[in-house]
């Protein structure tokens, strides 16, 4: 099994900063792709960002210029930096991490969330 545990969430002006981590544990062999999503009120779950093992980042429209994804591969650890927040980025981040297991399988997994509130 794999266990990710988030952390970083919390309540903010706009205009200020938040740094969520998340770290993943358990019957890891190797972590593919690690990624950021969040699901405000009445709406879908989105892709806020996503970095490869090797480092290719790649972002939502809405978050370019604003957020950073960094990953540290020894730790198992990824960071999401969010810069210069909207009321607009208000919503419950979940990471999200593919994992290729000692059971020899590849499967993705979820954190439990963790809640970003902007006020304006």
């Known amino acids: 099994q794999v266990q990710l545990v988030e952390s970083g969430g919390g309540l903010v002006q706009a205009g200020g900063s938040l740094r969520l981590s998340c770290a993943a544990s358990g019957s890891i062999v190797t972590i593919n792709d690690m990624a950021w999503y969040r699901q405000a009120p009445g709406k879908q779950r989105e892709l806020v960002a996503v970095i490869t093992r090797g480092g290719r980042t790649n972002y939502a429209d809405s978050v370019k210029g604003r957020f950073t994804i960094s990953r540290d591969n020894a730790k198992k650890i990824v960071y999401l930096q969010m810069n210069s927040l909207k009321p607009e980025d208000t919503a419950v981040y979940y990471c999200?991490?593919?994992?290729?297991?000692?059971?020899?399988?590849?499967?993705?997994?979820w954190g439990q969330g963790t809640q970003v509130t902007v006020s304006s």
């Open positions: 999200n991490v593919v994992v290729f297991t000692t059971a020899l399988r590849i499967d993705g997994y």
